[in-house]
Nanobody, 121 residues
């Protein structure tokens, strides 16, 4: 079965940087659109960054110019580079991807377990 595992979260001071990774493993035939989401305490999960198979990107207004989503297809890994971090960026970050397995060739959306990002002085 397909699994997505996030890593790279942690505690950072305002203005600092972090790079999140999302590694996919399993019977993967292909990976389609991929996104990063976050959920802060008391708030709903929101889309942070989105990446299509063709390389097009989309970002939430709150992170434009500060965050960058990218993907290394040879490693089945998606990244989120976060710069100029602010306290309001504090949340659990989740990766999501549409995956086609070679066993069924059926597209399904998968979620990672999340990684905590805390921005505080």
């Amino acid at each position: 079965q397909v699994q997505l595992v996030e890593s790279g979260g942690g505690l950072v001071q305002p203005g600092g940087s972090l790079r999140l990774s999302c590694a996919a493993s399993g019977s993967i035939f292909s990976i389609g659109p991929t996104g990063w989401y976050r959920q802060a305490p008391g708030k709903e999960r929101e889309l942070v960054a989105f990446l299509t198979s063709g390389g097009s990107t989309n970002y939430a207004d709150s992170v434009k110019g500060r965050f960058t989503i990218s993907r290394d297809n040879t490693k089945n890994t998606v990244y989120l580079q976060m710069n100029s971090l602010k306290p309001e960026d504090t949340a659990v970050y989740y990766c999501n991807a549409d995956v086609v397995t070679f066993t069924s060739r059926t597209t399904r959306s998968y979620w990672g377990q999340g990684t905590q990002v805390t921005v505080s002085s």
